[in-house]
């Protein structure tokens, strides 16, 4: 993805007495001096930085469902080392050299956007709009980021009492002093949606250009708050801000042409924010698809030849993704998706499946399918009943959304499968309480704090 170079130039001179530390704060961030931004050039540069290095968790997510497949010859020792452990879900004893999800950065992140919001009244040589814009980008980034956490480090909103069970530490002001226990599931998610009325508020740009659209814009409020609902397990909130989504942007690109970009591309029509990247050295790691998985697609499905490339007869590859133009945080096809399985679940009879599902579902899957296999599609889906159906959209969200890091949470939120898999001779097993990452052990000894909690 293209940034601009000179903003870029001022957001490191901005940050230069900003930097991330070892310290005995919560957040294990020091400043050395002060945050010194004073105009809008400088507080958007502060803010491109925290884009530029926000988190790719959601990518390395992939590792551990049933997309990807690990082979004991076939993979190198170096992504071995990094990811092999994160695959067989073996979260006790790991190996030091495994990569691990992030936590600092996702704090960082909230530090400056708390720091935004503080100083909007201070921001000069910069507009009105411009100033209202920067403050709704930081109160998103902060739903996002707290969003994220708390989908990675606790318990899902659908498996447990929210109320009354540990999220994660919530950070609403710029102290790096600060040493909070965590808060609720139920009062972060409260918090994302809080954030996103006040970011609905501030924010007046509705689409950027390419290269630019990493920022949050004012169709990626809805976007995330679809996708909050949905993890909420509140269809009918979930659905309508879905199709608060397709009213702004409602483009599909269409795999029949030949000349259609990839759907996760930053360049897509789909694009919404394209913040998250995909990162190369992962994806050397993630590109051999899982046959079981692979098998989810039908023979006429276009995706089995746009998504992957089949090496050999049982070797899969994957082509979505390996450089900066596979950057995706939200697009339409999500919100498709989201909008069908709100409406089949809140339906009470087979009349109002087939209407959700020729709403929402049909529009995408008549490009992503050859064109004889629509009739075919549609015809399958209406001998379906509901449950058939809904397990068929799960798929579908599967297929559509596949290594884009959607597959972990929808797995998590949903049924919570005790996948298993075989490496070396050994079977290991995805067990529920595996499907919440334990905060990382040297947050836990620095700060011990963050894991109290009190009702």
């Keep these: 993805m293209k940034r601009n170079t000179t903003i870029l130039t ?72 990094a990811y092999l452990d994160l695959w067989r879900w073996k979260d006790e004893d790991t190996s030091p050299t495994t990569s691990y999800f992030s936590w600092r950065g996702y704090y960082h992140n909230i530090y400056i956007a708390n720091y935004i919001i503080e100083h909007r009244n201070e921001i000069s040589e910069a507009t009105r709009k411009e100033v209202e814009q920067l403050v709704g980008e930081s109160y998103m980034m902060r739903a996002y980021a707290h969003f994220l956490l708390v989908n990675l480090y606790a318990e899902p909103y659908t498996h447990c009492d929210p109320a009354t069970t540990r999220g994660v530490p919530m950070l609403l002001k710029a102290d790096v002093n600060a040493i909070p226990g965590s808060s609720s599931v139920k009062d972060i998610y409260d918090q994302v949606l809080s954030d996103l009325d006040e970011a609905e508020k501030h924010l007046n740009v509705d689409t950027w250009k390419a290269g630019e659209n990493y920022r949050f814009n004012t169709t990626s409020v809805q976007a995330l708050r679809a996708r909050t609902y949905l993890y909420m397990g509140k269809w009918e909130e979930a659905l309508a801000a879905a199709k608060a989504v397709l009213e702004q942007n409602s483009n599909l690109e269409d795999l029949n042409l030949s000349s259609a970009t990839m759907p996760n ?54 082509i979505k993704g390996g450089d900066d133009e596979f950057s995706c945080s939200f697009r339409t096809s999500e919100a498709y998706l989201t909008a069908t399985e709100c409406a089949v679940r809140l339906a009470t009879s087979d009349a109002e499946c087939a209407t959700a599902v020729e709403t929402y579902l049909m529009p995408l899957l008549r490009k992503r399918l050859k064109a004889s296999a629509v009739t075919t599609a549609t015809n399958l889906m209406a001998d379906m009943n509901q449950e058939q159906l809904l397990q068929e959209i799960l798929d579908e969200r599967a297929r559509e959304l596949a290594f884009e890091g959607h597959r972990w949470y929808d797995l998590r939120r949903t049924t919570q499968p005790a ?19 334990r ?15 009190e009702k």
């Excluded at 400088?42 to 990518?59: G, W």
């Excluded at 996948?419 to 990452?437: A, I, Q, V, W």
């Excluded at 905060?439 to 909690?453: D, G, H, K, L």
């Design 10 to 81: 001022v957001a490191l001179f901005a940050l230069a007495t900003f930097m991330l530390t070892s310290c005995d704060s919560f957040l294990d961030i020091t400043p050395t001096g002060k945050v010194i931004a004073k105009t809008g050039e400088e507080y958007r540069a502060l803010l491109t930085y925290e884009y530029k290095y926000f988190p790719k968790d959601r990518f390395m997510t992939t590792v551990r469902t049933d997309e990807v497949l690990i082979d004991a010859k076939a993979t190198s020792s170096t992504d071995r080392d």
């Design 265 to 318: 591309s930053y360049k897509s029509v789909e694009s919404i924010c394209a913040l998250e990247k995909f990162s190369s050295n992962l994806f050397t790691v993630i590109n051999r698809v899982d046959p079981t998985f692979f098998a989810l697609y039908r023979t006429d499905d276009l995706r089995r030849t746009k998504f992957y490339k089949r090496a050999t007869m049982t070797v899969t590859n994957l």
């Design 419 to 437: 996948l298993t898999r075989t490496y070396d001779g050994e079977t290991y097993t995805l067990t529920p309480e595996k499907y919440t990452m």
């Design 439 to 453: 905060f990382p052990t040297e947050a836990v000894e620095a700060n011990p704090e963050i894991e109290r909690w």
